[in-house]
């Protein structure tokens, strides 16, 4: 379970379950299955779907001797949005250099949540 910190009057600070750890349900679900299919993925960047394709890729990049740059991002995040055209960029300029670049949906499935 993801958690942010947040002070209380006395100074200290508690953990308090984070908005990205609530399961998506219902018409959330719809929203969320739409908007992950509207992020366009370059060619340059590897959208990864579960642990499974992770650790293929990741045993590739390993055995061809290359860094994996992995971003995990969600739909409904501003700052993620933002980074999302210069990761794309990264991959276009660093393709065939030895660094590979994947991006994982993490709202895309409660799975996707715990392995990332």
């Known amino acids: 379970m993801a958690f942010s910190m947040r002070g209380s009057h006395l100074g200290m600070r ?3 379950p984070s908005r990205a750890s609530r399961p998506v349900t ?3 679900q719809g929203m969320v299955a739409r908007a992950a299919a509207e992020v366009s993925v370059s060619t340059a960047v590897l959208p ?3 642990r499974d394709h992770f650790r293929e890729v990741l045993s590739e990049a390993n055995t061809a001797n290359e860094v994996l740059v ?14 999302a055209p210069k990761v794309e960029e990264m991959a276009a300029e660093m393709a065939g250099e030895g660094v590979r670049f994947a991006k994982v949906t993490c709202d895309a499935s409660d799975d996707n ?3 990332a």
């Open 26 to 28: 219902g018409r959330r």
């Open 113 to 115: 949540k715990r392995w």
């Open 14 to 16: 508690m953990p308090v």
């Open 48 to 50: 990864l779907t579960d």
């Open 70 to 83: 992995v971003d995990y991002f969600t739909t409904w995040c501003g700052p993620c949005k933002l980074i």
